[in-house]
């Protein structure tokens, strides 16, 4: 109902995507089949020989403080990555870009940079120079990385597996379990189960990325769980941090920082550490930081990289799986997580690097508004409670559009006993204001008509009369909550009961009568609890039951500059 309200709730559901600069060895005997897992599986905790921990060169320039370090792919000779059958020249040949074509048009990326580049480079260790000198326990759980794809190119699946394989200690490496989404060619993710601890599962239909990472981790043999998109490098040392977070406490929800790697020439480029996600760390959590190696609680994390004990990822209730392709699963996992007893941080320690694309280079067998609507709709009226209003208010095209049956995922919230959104409003995200008292000026419109008032007994629906400022003053609304006023008169009702008309009075915010509330679409006379009803065809408006799905309780608030 508000622009402020509307534009912090935006914040939560939609802008972090736009506004975001945003961010795993041994003889095998691989059998790959479709729709099966292919691969050996190796006892977790075995050790496979010197850790394959990277070789450092520190460059020390005078002008920095901080030193460059970087990460140099160790040689197979002193204990690489072991790459088995796998016959890389082969795979990355199989599918190459023709010449004369777009590198863009496939991948959203340049694909003729991502091939020339070879699946193995140095990266630049992001990290603040102190997480060098952490230490981690000698006994750390292994995790089942799991990375799900549809249709990714050859070059950055191959890179992503062999980065986590060097830079991984490889007995944290229980397996790498590939689930293709229904890519064109299955051989995409086959011919990787050549290399030793890589699985491949293959959907034999388009599922989307959430019932893709369920499948996954439903094979996972680890008791955590690592998540990956399909186009990441992980850098030095990535991984321990976040094992032993999670070790600690199981209930945490760990990320590392997500690095960038440039869609147009795959420059690996360091992301702030001040930015937790898509904004910047509040300045009092900031001024508290005296060590920058530690964790940053986070409301929400970015949804594609985080490691999660799999007991708890199952307790949670994992995904959900009516969600299709891409989009929303990662606000309702974090409010899910919050809500629900656990918690979300950031690991400054551990860096991700993460090719940010600018459009989806794949299909959306629904359409792309209508299934990013369908998952955040689906978040929203499972686990905002009444503050999803400012998620329609955010997104009114949202409204009337199917969204399926919420009562699997409600039925678990309860079964949870999970806190309420009011809850993690106050005490995970308190930065966030929503503002309370901040007035703006609307029409409500219902249908084509908009409510108007003549003097104080008379309200009713009337033709929508005006554009931009030249509104006539009959039309044109204050939202100021909990009052609803023209000039110095306010909305009130009669009476307490239903059927009860309702009338313009002078103002006054003590007055229960003149108290109102958004209700989804709806306006609720707050004391009643009964809704502003337009009663048509006739009128006059009066409060009645609230049935925000009926067109006579919908209002409709178009702002006006
Ligand atoms: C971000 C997340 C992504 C996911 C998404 C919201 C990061 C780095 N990325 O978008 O993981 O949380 O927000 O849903 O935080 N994929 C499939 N099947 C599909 C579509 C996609 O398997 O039908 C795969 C895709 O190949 C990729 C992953 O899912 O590996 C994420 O897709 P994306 O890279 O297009 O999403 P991104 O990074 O824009
Ligand atoms: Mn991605």
């Known amino acids: 109902m508000r622009r402020i309200r ?171 379990i590939l689930v293709d989404d229904f890519s064109t060619d299955p051989e995409d993710c086959q011919l990787l189960t050549q290399i030793p601890k890589v699985l491949c599962l293959r959907n034999e239909r388009r599922e989307g990325l959430i019932r893709s990472r369920v499948r996954g981790a439903g094979v996972a043999s680890a008791s955590i769980l690592t998540f990956l998109d399909s186009h990441c490098e992980v850098n030095t040392d990535w991984l321990q941090p976040m094992l032993q977070r999670v070790k600690e406490d199981h209930t945490r929800v760990v990320s590392p920082i997500i690095d960038v790697i440039s869609l147009d020439n795959f420059a690996y480029l360091a992301a702030s550490a001040d930015l937790r996600g898509w904004e910047q760390i509040p300045i009092e959590q900031k001024m508290a930081r005296t060590d920058p190696t530690q964790p940053i609680r986070t409301p929400v994390i970015a949804g594609g990289i985080f490691v999660m004990d799999k007991s708890w990822f199952n307790h949670l209730g994992q995904y959900d799986t009516h969600m299709d392709i891409w989009g929303g699963e990662n606000f309702e996992l974090s409010f899910r997580v919050w809500m629900c007893g656990g918690s979300l941080e950031i690991l400054p320690c551990s860096r991700v690097g993460h090719v940010f694309r600018k459009r989806h280079p794949y299909d959306f067998p629904e359409g792309n508004a209508l299934t990013y609507i369908k998952n955040t709709r689906r978040a929203a009226e499972v686990w905002m409670d009444d503050y999803k209003q400012y998620y329609y208010l955010a997104r009114p095209s949202a409204q009337g559009k199917s969204f399926g049956s919420i009562s699997d995922r409600l039925a678990l919230r309860r079964k949870l006993n999970c806190n309420s959104f009011r809850w993690y409003l106050e005490n995970v995200y308190p930065e966030l204001k929503i503002p309370q008292q901040e007035p703006v000026s609307s029409m409500l419109k219902q249908g084509g008509l908009c409510l108007e008032s003549h003097g104080t007994e008379s309200l009713g629906l009337g033709e929508c009369k005006g554009s931009g400022a030249l509104w006539p003053q009959s039309q044109k609304w204050t939202l100021a909550e909990p009052l609803i006023r ?74 006006l500059t």
């Open 486 to 559: 023209q000039q110095d008169l306010c909305l009130a009702i009669a009476a307490f009961s239903s059927g009860s008309k309702v009338r313009m009075e002078p103002c006054n915010p003590k007055d229960g009568k003149q108290k109102w509330r958004p209700k989804g679409p709806a306006l609720q006379h707050a004391v009643s609890g009964l809704c502003l009803d337009s009663q048509p065809p006739t009128g006059p408006p009066v409060i009645a039951q609230c049935r925000p799905q009926l067109a006579s309780q919908s209002w409709e608030p178009q702002l």
């Open 6 to 176: 509307a534009n912090a709730i935006a914040i939560l559901t939609v802008a972090w995507i736009l506004g975001t600069l945003y961010y795993l060895w041994q003889d095998n005997k691989p059998h790959a089949s479709p729709s099966s897992v292919s691969q050996t599986r190796t006892a977790a905790g075995k050790s496979h020989g010197p850790r394959a921990a990277a070789g450092r060169v520190e460059i020390h320039r005078d002008d920095r403080t901080i030193p460059l370090i970087v990460t140099r792919p160790p040689r197979a000779e002193h204990g690489g990555v072991q790459m088995g059958r796998f016959d890389e020249k082969a795979y990355l040949s199989g599918k190459q870009l023709k010449a004369g074509d777009d590198p863009y048009r496939e991948h959203a990326f340049n694909l003729q940079e991502s091939d020339r580049l070879g699946s193995e480079r140095a990266i630049r260790d992001t990290r603040h120079y102190r997480c060098a000198s952490v230490t981690f326990g000698p006994d750390l759980p292994p995790t089942s990385v799991i990375i799900t794809f549809h249709n990714e190119a050859r070059s950055t699946l191959l890179r992503t597996i062999k980065s986590v394989l060097l830079r991984s200690p490889p007995s944290l490496i229980q397996e790498i």
